[in-house]
């Protein structure tokens, strides 16, 4: 295939047309690489190069104008504004810009366009005096405030345009109004001057009116490339510009339309493929790559063109290791920076004014990727060690002050991202020297990190571009105004990647590909909504006044996609087009029109496949772990250490929890409980207790006992919230709640015991919170097993030993009893209270065996009506169903062999760990 570019070259040269001294116009300065590289291939002998510019140089060079940035442009507006709007009506600069940007992109189209800008702008108010009755007396004031708007406008437009001009600067459509009246005076001065304009389609007024005077004054020749196929067919979007240059251009009367091709019918193997998600089509264009590079050796006028950008990083990322030449030429957006959201966490936690930051947001912030290394140090990472202390003192709030007191070393860090913001200036220095922090840190591996320097680059130069301007303008005087200006520039500046493009792979957006041909070409997100985007317009004009006035809408955007698309196709020999199968209803919807189109048109053989994501397999079957003897070797070392109650039952509710928790020793996520959690109420309250109860411990209860306890109860739950609750606080909101709840809870429990005295009952106090173990031999089991646990409360009622333990949860009758033995290891949820109950009982009597009948049972909280829930053993006889609750050696013995059975089963390297389906 030979490329466009190299067929006007050869044109010109068959022609004898002397190629050093024309001047090469083309829709994009990438182009003008591509044609060097292409006269260079050429020429047989050195020649002085010719002048090759963009359009937008040659506009700009026509106007005699230097063009603004767009955040230069917000400045200068926001100076005219202010000058131009009375004092009461101007709004801060951070409410002006988010309207600031609308209004400069509706006079960048009515300057590109040539529209009348009186008559535009006066329609706009005479349109929304008739929508908004204007003539009516009683107008609100908001329906004042919006018609002053509209009228303000042109008032906008016409001042802000001298003030430009005055200072030699302009926004790029001011640029092409001042061309077209400069072109008369540019062409008595350069009249000898050949122009070669190349690769155009879409062009506005201002555009149209330069190129036809120039031909018509013989200074210029124009190459369009478009297919018959497109120009021919009368509906056909590709050619909708072509046929309007064609019918109505003047030159066009007298002068043939050359440059006319027949290559879209040719023969091309064009794929058509689906694939759900983002990351499926990522994974499938890595995939496609791999098999190319593998069929052809390294690749060769190669094109990955990206509908979407987001997709540059999935893509990035999915590219084999061995396509090491790689051009990425498109703009990446800022707001998908990863850098981007750093600094979106400090507007968020500084934006007010506070001293204090909510916890949440200090995590995030310590956590961030480029904040991570900057607390590295030869002990180990100062942020993590920051965040581990606030979760485990509950910190919710915390001061730049106290965040210090955390360090374990000094840093200047913790000063750099949480001391205060007082003024913008001062945000912009901490930003800055937040950025000179992370260079330093990331350029000891600067090939590593060079992608996050690059990012690093482009922030830097956005914050000293702000403090510049704002220090010549002074506009933005909040950190509010500040972070407003910073997310408008999110959205409109980009990233620009620098490589080699005349080499390897080539990955860009669609309107980086004008002009520039490939034997293969991939394009992906081929989406209604993507390409072509559809109506998607950010305008202060309406669709019908933009008619009215010969402005482009969706349509003409939507045709000019349409253009790019196939002529992408159009000279490529391998065409592989993808598309979302499951689009975001949010950002794009089914699969283009233009594949539709493609499909039904029947110039090609279309191969079409839907492919499923290549993504690592997931096994949704549930996990299995095979006791190896790596395993068996810690199953005995759990054993050795002691087996409790919760952690049998963990067994007996999850295996594979049991195998996490026990042989690999996971930690569950520590967070901070901003609301007391119910594991901490339950500490607080089993604390609370035993320090109430702790001096009768071996002696009878009275009523003065009890009353004294009553007394006591508020300045003990407050005493243990503040020691297992940490520094959270308690005194506002649901903590407030549930301190009182606490208090409420042990006072109901104690005014319970002294119902009990009051009634005749004799109760002590023997143990409270004791630890108690034991060892038993299980089976063939080479060692003995451990078995521990903690009892709440050992007492004794009227002579009755009993065993209790506390639950602040709520716990039914139901849950002590049991009928069948073999209930007792397998059901979970319906017996394991009575299974925790029973062990403790069963570890005391192994170390001092009863003598007489004992209890074990439960006292819940939320159930306290109910009393002590005495764990029973149901018989079942022919007169229904009789309770036996007090614990005989008869029940301990039933009871040892299902523990041991299940001890064994732990042990048994038959039987595998197997995950449960927990409901």
């Known amino acids: ?38 006269l260079s291939s050429l020429i047989e002998h050195p020649l002085f190069a010719p002048e090759i510019i963009s359009i937008e140089e040659f506009v700009a060079e026509l106007a005699d104008l230097k063009q603004l940035s767009t955040i230069e442009l917000l400045f200068e507006f926001y100076s005219v504004y202010k000058d131009f709007t009375p004092k009461d009506e101007i709004q801060p600069f951070d409410d002006f810009v988010k309207w600031a940007q609308v209004a400069l992109q509706d006079f960048n189209e009515i300057d590109r366009f ?57 926004y790029q459509g001011l640029l092409y109004r001042e061309a077209v009246e400069n072109l008369g005076n540019y062409i008595q001065l350069n009249n000898s001057k050949q122009h070669i304009f190349i690769g155009f389609n879409a062009l506005n007024k201002a555009e149209i009116a330069i190129i036809q005077e120039l031909l018509h004054s013989d200074m210029a020749e124009i190459f369009w490339d478009i297919d018959r196929t497109f120009l021919e067919h009368e509906n056909h979007d590709a050619g909708h510009f072509m046929r309007e240059h064609m019918n109505s251009w003047r030159y066009f009367q007298t002068h043939k339309f050359n440059w006319v091709h027949e290559l879209y019918a040719e023969g091309k193997n064009i794929n058509i493929i689906g694939t759900p998600k983002n990351v499926g089509q990522a994974k499938y264009v890595g995939e496609l790559l791999r098999k190319i590079n593998s069929k052809s050796g390294p690749l060769k006028s190669t094109a990955v063109v990206l509908s979407d950008e987001n997709l540059l990083m999935p893509v990035l990322n999915s590219i084999p290791s061995e396509i090491d030449a790689l051009n990425i030429t498109m703009g990446f957006p800022l707001k998908s920076i990863p850098l981007t959201s750093l600094f979106e966490l400090l507007f968020a936690i500084h934006k007010d004014g506070k001293s204090s930051f909510y916890y949440k947001d200090v995590i995030a912030l310590l956590s961030h990727q480029f904040v991570q290394p900057l607390f590295q140090t030869s002990s180990g990472n100062q942020a993590n060690t920051i965040i581990k202390t606030i979760q485990k003192n509950n910190l919710v709030f915390l001061t730049q002050h106290k965040l210090e007191k955390l360090l374990l070393e000094s840093n200047s860090f913790v000063n750099i991202l949480f001391s205060s913001w007082p003024n913008p200036n001062v945000a912009i220095e901490h930003c800055q020297k937040l950025i000179m922090k992370i260079k330093a840190s990331f350029e000891k591996d600067a090939a590593l990190n060079a992608l996050a320097l690059e990012y690093l680059f482009k922030f830097n130069e ?67 909504g993507i390409l072509p985007a559809g109506k998607s317009s950010n305008s202060f004009i309406p669709f019908d006044i933009k008619l009215e006035n010969n402005l482009p809408t969706y ?75 790596s395993v068996i070797k810690r199953i005995e070392s759990v054993f050795q250490k002691g087996l409790s109650p919760s952690s049998l039952l963990n067994y007996i509710r999850n295996p594979i929890d049991f195998y996490a928790q026990k042989l690999l020793e996971t930690e569950e996520f520590d967070d901070v409980e901003e609301i007391v959690e119910a594991k901490t109420l339950g500490t607080v309250i089993h604390e609370t207790l035993k320090e109430l109860y702790e001096p009768y411990k071996g002696s009878t209860l009275n009523l003065e006992k009890l009353d004294n306890s009553i007394e006591k109860t508020d300045a003990i739950v407050v005493q243990q919230f503040k020691k297992y609750y940490n520094e959270g606080e308690l005194d506002r909101g649901k903590n407030l709640i549930i301190l009182e709840v606490a208090k409420q809870y042990i006072k109901n429990f104690l005014k319970k015991e002294k119902q009990l005295l009051k009634k005749g009952n004799t109760l002590k106090i023997l143990e409270l919170e004791i630890d108690v173990e034991t060892t038993i031999n299980v089976n063939t089991i080479p060692f003995p097993i451990r078995l521990k646990g903690q009892i709440d409360r050992i007492d004794e009622l009227n002579g009755v030993l009993r065993i209790i333990d506390y639950k602040t949860g709520k716990v039914e009758r139901p849950q002590v009893e049991i009928v069948n033995w073999n209930d007792i290891t397998s059901d979970y949820k319906k017996n394991g209270v009575a299974f925790q109950v029973l062990m403790y009982a069963f570890i005391m009597n192994q170390k001092s065996p009863f003598k007489t009948p ?27 169903a009789t309770k036996n609750t007090l614990i005989t050696q008869e029940f301990l013995n039933a009871f040892q062999e299902e523990l041991e059975t299940l001890i064994f089963e732990i042990y048994d390297k038959n039987i595998d760990f197997i995950e449960k389906e927990i409901s």
């Open 1 to 38: 295939m030979t490329s466009f570019i190299h067929d006007v070259l050869a044109h010109l040269k068959a022609n004898g047309v002397d190629l050093s001294q024309l001047s090469f116009i083309l829709p994009s300065r990438r182009a003008g690489i591509f044609l060097k590289h292409e």
């Open 462 to 528: 956005i914050f000293n571009t702000i403090f510049k301007l704002n220090h010549e303008h002074n506009h933005v005087t909040s950190i509010k105004g500040l972070f407003e200006l910073f997310k408008e520039l999110l959205y409109s500046e980009t990233l620009d990647f620098q490589g080699e493009p005349l080499q390897g792979l080539q990955i860009m957006g669609m309107l980086e590909s004008r002009v520039l041909d490939f034997d293969t070409v991939i394009i992906a997100s081929v989406n209604e």
């Open 854 to 880: 004992i209890e074990a049972g439960i006292i819940s909280f939320k159930n306290l009506k109910s009393g002590f829930l005495s764990f029973s053993k149901k018989d079942k006889s022919g007169n229904g």
């Open 114 to 170: 040539l529209v009348d800008p009186d008559h535009i702008f006066d329609y706009l108010v005479a349109v929304d005096e008739i929508n908004h009755w204007s003539l009516e007396s009683n107008q609100t004031p908001l329906i004042k405030s919006y018609l002053n708007f509209w009228d303000h406008l042109k008032t906008l437009y016409h001042n802000f345009y001298t003030h430009l001009q005055k200072k030699g600067t302009g």
């Open 555 to 629: 349509k003409e955007k939507d045709a000019v996609y349409a253009y790019h698309f196939y002529r992408l196709i159009q000279r490529a020999k391998h065409v592989y087009i993808i598309y979302n199968t499951e689009p975001d209803a949010l950002n794009a919807g089914e699969k283009s029109r233009f594949i539709t189109q493609l499909e039904i048109d029947q110039h090609h053989d279309i191969n079409p496949q839907i492919v499923a994501p290549l993504l690592p397999n997931v096994n949704d079957s549930l996990r299995r772990i095979k006791k190896t003897d």
